[in-house]
């Protein structure tokens, strides 16, 4: 089955080693919200306000989820303590679009998606069938590698830190492109190479109806 997709927005971000002002003090005035936030959920909020997201259905990805609390946790198995309630409730793969859906006041669904390398052709295939509905999707996927433990062992590629978004809804145009013709962008983990991929080529063809085979 193919799903033709009118993709009306599109924004990303990627640092080399962290993203830089995501505008957290003003996006979450909340001091108590705001100090639990994660990585992936200052930069999903940031590129929901970029994109003007209001209560549009969520599909989310993420291969590698809460990288830093997931750590956490398991230095705290390691030396037989008791871990912190909030990286307990910040590893579960959903705390972005949590935080967010709290945030915005967004009572629409959230679906998360996780499949490996995978994680971006899967996010992008389920919010184009979710599409069907005849709802708007925001689909947006983040990852990030900004980790102190982890630099030693990093082989994350140039971009250690990378988040890219999309509002998207069926269309019942031919598709002038088919995703899976895109090159995946080499510089970004492959969770998001793909949607990077296809970020990129937006920006030079914001008209595209994009092909999506399911």
């Known amino acids: 089955m193919t799903i033709s997709l009118e993709i009306s927005k599109t924004a990303a971000l990627f640092a080399e080693k962290r993203v830089e002002d995501l505008r957290e003090k003003e996006l979450t005035p909340n001091m108590m919200l705001r100090r639990r936030l994660t990585r992936n959920a200052k930069m999903l909020i940031f590129l929901a306000d970029k994109l003007g997201v209001k209560n549009e259905r969520i599909v989310y990805g993420s291969n590698y989820g809460e990288l830093k609390e997931s750590i956490s946790i398991l230095e705290n198995i390691f030396a037989h303590t008791p871990p912190s309630p909030t990286d307990f409730q910040n590893s579960v793969?959903?705390?972005?679009?949590?935080?967010?859906?709290?945030?915005?006041?967004?009572t629409s669904e959230i679906l998360c998606v996780s499949n490996g390398d995978e994680t971006g052709v899967s996010a992008i295939k389920t919010a184009a069938i979710k599409s069907l509905d005849g709802d708007e999707i925001f689909l947006v996927l983040c990852e990030s590698f900004d980790i102190e433990e982890l630099r030693a062992l990093n082989?994350?590629?140039?971009?250690?830190?990378?988040?890219?978004?999309?509002?998207?809804?069926k269309s019942e145009l031919a598709p002038d492109i088919y995703f899976d013709a895109l090159k995946p962008a080499k510089q970004f983990v492959p969770s998001t190479a793909q949607l990077m991929s296809l970020h990129n080529f937006l920006q030079e063809n914001p008209k595209a109806i994009i092909g999506i085979t399911c």
């Open 93 to 106: 793969y959903n705390t972005p679009s949590a935080y967010y859906s709290i945030l915005s006041g967004n």
């Open 155 to 169: 082989s994350c590629g140039a971009m250690c830190e990378s988040a890219v978004a999309f509002i998207l809804k």
